[in-house]
């Protein structure tokens, strides 16, 4: 008689909000001592001065250290336009190996295009330690960690389910907020429509950690939620909406947004896994601004 195969571990989970980019950072562990993993990372970037600081990052690190946790993968959920990521400064202090979709290389390409970016520059993803195939698992410690793969928003989404719960990305936000915006290069709202359904498909009770949270009415901030609460009140995306009419609902909303404050710098890094681009012969690093090209 073979042995029962043992139980999912669920995951103890640290957020931590940014209030000017509206991101939450996530710490996934098990207990104190254990290999954790830290997912969408925030660096600090002013646009006015072209100015970092890793004041985000520190509060992330201050905690992992405080609970004597060995950091064991660094994830990106996708390439963010609202953000820069703070992959490189976090591995610089505490190790680890980032890890991001497969189909970051497709976004590579479009941005490498867009942004003409130096011949050198690979498109294949290798700026990453890993790139991560749909169902594919890595091991944080005793916690198993499966990639899911979401496009919607981008073509390269990943959401990230570690026992019980699922930390999904842009491809949902809280019930009164709905969905991410699918009008980026490469983005489609049928494919959203899919994926949330993909997420929504698991227990009721799967908690479901979203990486950012635009609080109407002035309610509190919130970023956690469950299954059973999207699929009764999520607002784009709530039980009984059809592929068709969420398409039109999306489609109709994405037409007024504005560009995010950050996406020129925040993209150009952010397909480095957070590197800067090579510095320029005075030793400084610079990005592009195109011109009428978005």
Not at 45 to 62: E, L
């Amino acid at each position: 008689m073979q042995d029962a195969p043992p139980a999912a571990v669920n995951p103890q989970v640290k957020g931590f909000f940014d209030p000017d980019t509206w991101t939450i950072t996530y710490v996934v562990y098990e207990q104190a001592g254990s290999a954790c993993a830290i997912i969408d990372s925030v660096l600090d970037y002013d646009p006015k001065s072209g100015r970092t600081r890793t004041t985000s990052a520190d509060q992330v690190i201050a905690f992992v250290r405080s609970q004597d946790l060995q950091l064991a993968w660094i994830l990106e959920t996708h390439a963010h336009a609202d953000h820069l990521s703070a992959a490189p400064y976090l591995k610089s202090q505490l190790g680890g190996k980032t890890a991001i979709g497969a189909h970051i290389t497709a976004v590579q390409q479009v941005f490498k295009d867009i942004f003409n970016l130096e011949a050198v520059f690979a498109v294949d993803g290798r700026q990453f330690d890993h790139l991560l195939q749909e169902g594919e698992c890595l091991s944080v410690g005793r916690l198993r960690l499966q990639a899911l793969s979401v496009p919607g928003h981008t073509p390269a989404c990943m959401a990230y389910q570690v026992g019980n719960a699922v930390f999904v990305g842009d491809t949902l936000f809280m019930p009164d907020v709905g969905s991410a915006r699918c009008d980026f290069p490469g983005g489609n709202a049928q494919n959203l429509y899919a994926s949330a359904r993909k997420i929504l498909s698991f227990p009721p009770q799967t908690r479901l950690f979203m990486c950012h949270d635009y609080p109407p009415n002035g309610r509190p901030v919130r970023f956690e939620t469950t299954v059973a609460e999207q699929r009764a009140a999520n607002i784009h995306l709530h039980d009984g909406i059809s592929e068709a009419d969420f398409v039109a609902l999306r489609t109709q909303r994405d037409a007024g947004l504005a560009m995010p404050v950050l996406i020129l710098p925040a993209v150009q890094i952010n397909i480095r896994a957070g590197e800067w681009p090579p510095a320029e012969a005075n030793g400084v690093a610079y990005l592009k601004i195109p011109l009428n090209a978005l």
